[in-house]
Every structure is written in structure tokens, then in C-alpha cells.
């Protein structure tokens, strides 16, 4: 069964998509949209009975550590390379305007 995606079928989808296609788009699209559908087509003629789904093609497990607590920096090594700051805080610059609400 062969369904080939015809011009007014594109023309329609561009125009629910809002978009302007030329007359060139026009058939390009037509024809590329209709070789992607006979390539499905033939995707659909294998059998995949005994194929178990999967989301990799590579075996994976997980590689996460286990989530242990430990010393982390203390502010004045964490702040030692900061270009400014404000007691115990980094000093950004304004990005947002102040309202005046």
C-alpha cells in the first residue's frame, strides 16, 4: 500500500503550520514527505516479533556513586578567586532594572 503525500496535503499542513512555502517548497516537500512515508512503509514490512524493545544498543548500567557526605570548601577558600564580594558572598552585577512599583 503506497500513500504518497500529494501537494494539497502539504499545502494544507503549511498553512495550519502558518507558513508561507513557495512553489518550489511546495513540490520539494511533497516528494520528500512521500519518500519518508515509503520508507516507513518499509520499515513496517520487518518482522520485529522476537526483537526485545530497548533504549540503547549498548549494554549500560548505572555509573551514579553512592552519595556519601563529605567536607566541601569552606567560604574563604570558595570565595578566594572571586572577583568581588560581600561578606560571604559572591558580588555580581545588577542585570535587572529596579521597578519603581
Known amino acids: 500500500m503506497s500513500q504518497n503525500i500529494n501537494r494539497q496535503q502539504v499545502e494544507k499542513v503549511a498553512h ?3 507558513l508561507d512555502l513557495t512553489e518550489q517548497e511546495l513540490e520539494l516537500f511533497s516528494g520528500q514527505l512521500s519518500a519518508i512515508v515509503e520508507y516507513i512503509q518499509k520499515l513496517n514490512e520487518l518482522k520485529t516479533d522476537d526483537v526485545e524493545p530497548l533504549a540503547h544498543c ?5 555509573v551514579f556513586r553512592q552519595d556519601t557526605v563529605r567536607p566541601s570548601l569552606n567560604v574563604e577558600k570558595a570565595l578566594e578567586n572571586a572577583p568581588d564580594r560581600v561578606d560571604d558572598f ?3 552585577p545588577q542585570i535587572l532594572e529596579e521597578s519603581g512599583a
Open 58 to 62: 549498548l549494554p549500560i548500567h548505572n
Open 90 to 92: 559572591f558580588k555580581v
Open 16 to 18: 495550519l503550520s502558518r
